[in-house]
């Protein structure tokens, strides 16, 4: 497992533009690029959604249709930081972002919660139309 810290959410008008990070840290198994990560958000009353994930050393990346063309995921192992780009904001993409890890690659299975073992607190993030 590892520690996970996210920052970098807020309030913006719908097409704007944020960037979160999650910070990593003590990890009980191996490093930084052993780790896939992914990001998730959550609305009251709604399930947990994936909304994009990259693999260890960054070679596979995957995102929910919702957010393709809109939000890059990207990853510095070095800085044991992950990163998600969102661009072209909508309000409906108003929610709490999570940050989480596992060791490896979960593949085509990475849209669920139960793939992943360490989770962050989240960030939330509100765009206003």
């Known amino acids: 497992q590892v520690q996970l810290v996210e920052s970098g959410g807020g309030s913006v008008q719908a097409g704007g533009s944020l960037r979160l990070s999650c910070a990593a840290s003590?990890?009980?198994?191996?490093?930084?690029?052993?780790?896939?990560m992914a990001w998730f958000r959550q609305t009251p009353g709604k399930e947990r959604e994936g909304v994009a994930a990259?693999?260890?050393?960054?070679?596979?990346?995957a995102y929910a249709d919702s957010v393709k063309g809109r939000f890059a995921i990207s990853r510095d192992n070095a800085k044991n930081t992950l990163y998600l780009q969102m661009n072209s904001l909508k309000p409906e993409d108003t929610a709490m972002y999570y940050c989480?890890?596992?060791?490896?690659?979960?593949?085509?299975?990475?849209?669920?919660?139960?793939?992943?073992?360490?989770w962050g607190q989240g960030t939330q993030v509100t765009v206003s139309s």
């Open positions: 003590r990890y009980t198994y191996g490093t930084s690029g052993d780790y896939g």
């Open positions: 989480a890890a596992r060791a490896g690659w979960p593949g085509s299975t990475w849209t669920r919660e139960n793939e992943y073992d360490s």
């Open positions: 990259i693999s260890p050393r960054g070679g596979a990346i």
